[in-house]
T-cell receptor
Framework: KQEVTQIPAALSVPEGENLVLNCSFT??????LQWFRQDPGKGLTSLLL?????REQTSGRLNASLDKSSGRSTLYIAASQPGDSATYLC????????????FGKGITLSVRP | NAGVMQNPRHLVRRRGQEARLRCSPM?????VYWYRQLPEEGLKFMVY????????ESGMPKERFSAEFPKEGPSILRIQQVVRGDSAAYFC??????????FGPGTRLLVL
């Protein structure tokens, strides 16, 4: 059974800092891995999707990496801003690409002005 | 999550009542996934439906919960005889069966 872990549960950093959010998964036979953002009381916004054949994906100040063999992914946020404050979740499909997602509990990020 | 609609956005029910949550995926999307987010917990898969078919219901509680996605109209998650432990945010996601799921804004259910 796939398990996804995100540690720590919360993180507070000053504005401008570069930071790394970690995600680990137990079953390395994944098809892809996704990072989402969730704002309080809102739905999920997909940030980045990394295919199993890829090592990383970039979008603006965000860079996600994937190491299947070690069961890890990281989300790097450059030059953090207060608007980046949110909960960041990683998720993997259970089997294949078009299947249910298994989520981590998320990391709640607070960027202090 | 643009385009995926869920209603109501907030729902208050008393213990024992029924809750009906609706999800309309984007046009052309015939696959719907339901997830539940309990307080202080991550999102947990509940059920995966394709038009008129339940594909995977391995995450659904055995009793009181049911889901459907009819040929016409929205997908409905139905919770009968709600209990306080059902209070949670319920999210649906739509897609074409490929790797991308588009999430709705969620329905926050509060059971008094």
């Amino acid at each position: 059974k796939q398990e996804v872990t995100q540690i720590p549960a919360a993180l507070s950093v000053p504005e401008g800092e570069n930071l790394v959010l970690n995600c680990s998964f137990t079953d390395s036979a994944i098809y892809n891995l996704q990072w989402f953002r969730q704002d309080p009381g809102k739905g999920l916004t997909s940030l980045l999707l990394i295919q199993s054949s890829q090592r990383e994906q970039t979008s603006g100040r965000l860079n996600a990496s994937l190491d299947k063999s070690s069961g890890r992914s990281t989300l790097y946020i450059a030059a953090s801003q207060p608007g980046d404050s949110a909960t960041y979740l990683c998720a993997v499909p259970a089997t294949g690409a078009n299947s249910k997602l298994t989520f981590g509990k998320g990391i709640t990020l607070s960027v202090r002005p | 999550n643009a385009g995926v609609m869920q209603n109501p956005r907030h729902l208050v029910r008393r213990r024992g009542q029924e809750a009906r949550l609706r999800c309309s995926p984007m046009k052309g999307h015939s696959h719907v996934y339901w997830y539940r987010q309990l307080p202080e917990e991550g999102l947990k898969f509940m059920v995966y439906l394709q038009k008129e078919n339940i594909i995977d219901e391995s995450g659904m509680p055995k009793e009181r919960f049911s889901a459907e996605f009819p040929k016409e109209g929205p997908s409905i998650l139905r919770i009968q005889q709600v209990v306080r432990g059902d209070s949670a945010a319920y999210f649906c996601a739509g897609g074409t069966g490929g790797e991308t799921q588009y999430f709705g804004p969620g329905t926050r259910l509060l059971v008094l």
